[in-house]
């Protein structure tokens, strides 16, 4: 997409968001369901749906992915498109890649240990490459770091609120 396409079709959003906040405001969802054994499941988000499993560390099989790396995933996926929606409207000839580690602990969501659950540590790896003076890169930088929705959500972590509903199954029903 030419930068002028991308920029015209997010002008008459950034309008309507302007004049109407609340219209800007959606959510998203994502629902997980059993699958065939304890150690996977299937996860519905938007239009796809995932298959999902417990990492090979933790029982697993190993031939899905994990939830860690549908986390690290989603963090890729948001800083790739956010830096190529920002090189895109700067309108500058670059490229760019994203990679991402993190590291974790199973022992402490094997319950072995008394050790943090969940990363400790994520890295992000964001390659620009280009004819791009210092001060472009810094900007392409700053906004995507602004405006990437997962990396935000990493850095600045929102409130989780959870409800559980219990229900009574049929007699001899688990």
């Not at 659950?117 to 770091?145: H, K, M, Y």
Request: charged share 25%; proline share 3%; glycine share 8%.
């Amino acid at each position: 997409m030419a930068n002028d396409d991308l920029r015209e079709a997010q002008k008459p959003l950034k309008e309507t968001y302007e004049a109407d906040p609340e219209a800007a405001r959606i959510t998203l969802t994502a629902t997980g369901d059993e699958a065939a054994d304890a150690t996977s499941c299937s996860v519905e988000v938007g239009e796809a749906v995932y298959e999902a499993e417990l990492h090979e560390g933790a029982g697993g099989s190993g031939t899905a992915a994990c939830s860690g790396d549908l986390l690290l995933g989603a963090l890729a996926a948001c800083s790739q498109l956010t830096a190529q929606a920002v090189i895109e409207n700067f309108g500058v000839d670059a490229a760019v890649s994203v990679d991402v580690e993190g590291d974790l602990d199973l022992r402490g969501t094997m319950g072995v240990a008394d050790v943090p659950v969940g990363f400790q540590d994520i890295r992000l790896d964001v390659t620009l490459s280009g004819n791009l003076d210092p001060e472009t890169a810094a900007s392409i930088r700053d906004a995507t770091e602004r405006y990437c929705v997962v990396y935000r959500t990493l850095a600045d972590a929102p409130s989780v609120a959870t409800e559980w509903t219990f229900e009574e199954s049929a007699e001899g029903e688990i």
